[in-house]
C-alpha cells in the first residue's frame, strides 16, 4: 500500500483538476484545472523510474554506478515544456475573450450557437 | 503601474543574478541537472522580475519585443541548423558529430564518477545554447504581450 | 545526390518544414512577395521529397530512419543487447499514403492562400504556425516512436489552435479556437497516461518494440480505452464531436482544408495503435464493433445535424463528421475481422481498402469545397445561406468546382466518392446488412443537403447587390483545380489507385509482424 502511494497521489489530482474542468465557470479556473491535470500526467511519468537503490544518472561527483534509466526524466521534462506552451496560449486566448466579451464567465460566452 | 522604490531597487539589483545563474545552468547542461529548458527560464524569469518591478511604459524602451522575436528565430535557427550539420557531414539527421573529436566541444569524456570536465559532449552544449536562447526569448516575448495586450482597455460588447 | 535524397527523405521531410518555419520572419522581413515565394518553394520540397519517398516505399517496402546514428540504418546499436534505443521513423505504405495525401493538401492550399489571405495582417506569424503544422502533420505520420507521435501530435494541436484563432471576428474564433484546444489538451494529456502506462510495463518506446512485447493485460486494456477515446475525440466522430463545427465554421478556409488533413492524421494515429501495437492480441471483435458504432454514430449524427444549417461551413462541418464515419465503419469492419484470415480475404481487406482509400478522397473532395465556401466569402463576405443566391452568373469556375465536390461528396459516379463508397458498401453488406443499409441512407441524405446548398448559392436570378462580383483570382482556382483534377482522376481509374496505392497501405496496417522485423529483425 505504502509503495502505491505516488500512484494514489496521480488519481487523485487528476480527479481534482478534471473536476475543476467540468465545474468551475470562471475561465481562469479551468485554466488552472487543466494545470493540475499536467501536472498529475507529469508525477506519473517520474514515479514510474523508481528502481529500488538507483540514484540520479549523473557521473558528476556520483557516490556509485547503480544509476536508473534518464528516460522517464527526458518525457518529464518535455511534457513540462508543452504545458507552458499550453498555459501560455491558453492565457493569451484568455486575454482577447476578455478584451471582446467583457466577461470571462462561461456562461456568456456562448455566441456561437446552432 | 510601479512598484515602490523598495521594489525597484531589489529588482535592479537581483536581475544580474539571475542571469548569471541561468546561463551556469545553460552552459553546464551536460554535467549537471539542467540544461536548455530550465537556464532559460530561470533568465526569463530575471526579466519577469524587471518588467513586473517597473511599469510598462519604462521597460518598454529597454526589453524591445522586436529584439526578443529576433533572439527566438535565431535560437531555433541555431537549433535545427545544428542539427543539419551532421546531414551535411554524410550521417544521419541529429547525429552528434563534434563528440569524441578533438574540436569544439570534443574532448573524450573520462570514465566512472568524475567532477565533470565542461569541453565535452559535442553537440549537446551547443544545442542547449540554443534553445537557451530561444526560451529566454520567447518567454520573455510572452510576458510583453500579455502586458501590452492588458494595458490598452476596449469596450466588450 | 539521388542516393542522399533517398536514404535521408524521412528526415528532410520534418527538416525543411521546420527550417521553413523558423526562417520566415527573418525572411518576411524583405518584403511579402519574398516571404510568398519562399514558403512556396519549402512547400515544393516538401512535396516532392514525400512523392520521392512514397515511391521508394512501395517499390522497396517498409523504409527505416535512425536519427542519431552513424548511419541512418542502424536500428539495434552493436551494444545495446537488441534493443533499439533511438528515435526511429518508420515509414511502411500507410504512413507514406498519409504523407502524399498531406503533402498534396498542403500544396494545394498554400497555392490558394498566397491570394486569399493576402488582406490580413501580421502574416509572418500565419505562415510560420501554418509551416509548423504541416511538420507536425508529417511527423505525426512517419514516426515509429510513440512518444515522439505525442510530441508532434502537440505539436500540431498548439500550431492550428493558434491558425484557428487568427481572424479575430470580434471573439468569435477565439471562442472556437479554446474550445478546440482545451479538449485537445485533455485528450492529449490522456494520451500521455495511456504512453506512460505502456512504458511502465514494457519498458521499451518504440512501437516495434512494444508490438513484439505485447500480452494483453488488464494495464494495457486501460490504455487502449484511454487512447481510442482521445484520438477519437482528436478526429472528430460522435460523441466527442462538439468542437468540430465551430473551430472549422470559424478559422480562415485555408486552414479549415488542413484542419481536415490533421483530423486524418489523428484517425491514422488510432489505426496504428489498434492494428500495429494490439494486432491480433485484443479481442477483435469486440474492439471492432466498438469502432464500428462510433462510426455509425458519426455518420447518422453528423448529417442530420447538417441539414438545418445556415452558415455554409458549419454545414460542411458536419458533413466532415459524417463522412469520417465511413473511414471508422470500413475499416472498422476490417478489424472485426482481423485474425479470420478466410473471412480477411473474401471482405476484411476490401473493407479496410474502402475506409483508406475514403481518407484520401475525403481530404480532397472536402478540401475542395472548404475553399470553394473561402473563394465566396472572399467575394461577397458572408457565409449565411439566407443571403446568397444567383452567384452562378458571375462566379462560373467556383460553381463548377462546387458541383465536383458535392458529387463526390454524395457518391455520385464517375467522382472518386463512389469508388471507395462502392468498396464500404460492398463489404459491410456481407459483414451486416443493417449497417450497409445504414450507410447508403446517409449518402442519399448527404445528397440532398447539397443540392439545397446548391440552390441557395448558385441558382435563381442575380441579386442586386452582388452586381459588381467578379471570379475568384486566378491562385485560388489554381489550388482548387489541383484538387478538382485529382477528384477526377481518381474517380475514372480507381483501379490503379486501388491497386497500386491502397492496398499496399491496408495490408501494411494488418501486417504487423513486417512491420517488427523492418525495425528489429532486419537492419
Redesign the interface.
Known sequence: MFWNLPFIAVATLSLIGLATVVTKKNLIKIFLGINIFEAAVNLFLISLGYREGGIAPIFTSAPSTDMVMATPQALTLTSIVIGVATSALLLSFAVIIWKKYGTIDTDQIRRLRE | MRMSKLVRTGADLLYPFALIFGLYIILHGHLTPGGGFQGGAVVATGAAIVIVAWAYEDVAGMIRKVTMKAQESAGLLLFIGTAALALGLGYAFFTNVLANSGSLFGLSVPFGPNPGELNTAGVIPIMNIAVGIEVWGGLTVILLYLLSGLNKKEEGS | MNGFLMT?AP?LLI?LP??GA??T??IGRVSPRVRSAWVLLIMTLTTLTALLLASDVFLNGTQI????????DLAIPLDSGGIPIRIIFTVDAMSALMQVIGAITGFAVLLYSISADRIHSGLESFYTLFLLMIAGIMGMVSTGDL?NFF?FL?ILS?SS??LI?YR?D???A?????KY??LS??G??VI??GI?IY??EYNA?NIAMIASRMQFTLLDQIALVLIIAALAMKCGSVPMHFWTP?AY??APSSITAMLVVASQASLYGLFRVVFTLYNVTLNAMTVGWIIIILGVLSMVVGVTMAI??KNVKRLMAYHAISQTGYMLLGVGVGLAVLGNQPLMESFGYIAMEGGIFHIINHAMYKGLLFLTAGAIFFRIGTYNLNKMGGLGHSMKYTMIFFIIGALAIAGIPPFNGFASKLMIYESVFAFNPVLAVIAMVVSILTLASFVKVFHSIFMGPKLPEYETVQEAPVPMLIGMGVLAAIVILFGLFPQPVVDGLIAPAAHALADQSGYIAAVLGGA
Open positions: 535521408n528526415a527538416m521546420l527550417i523558423f526562417a520572419p527573418f530512419y535512425v536519427f542519431g546514428a552513424a548511419n541512418p512518444f510530441v502537440e498548439i489552435a493558434g484563432a479575430i470580434g471573439g468569435l477565439v471562442e472556437a479556437a479554446l484546444f482545451i489538451t485533455i492529449a494529456m500521455l497516461i506512460g512504458y511502465g518506446l465551430d465554421s470559424m438545418p444549417q
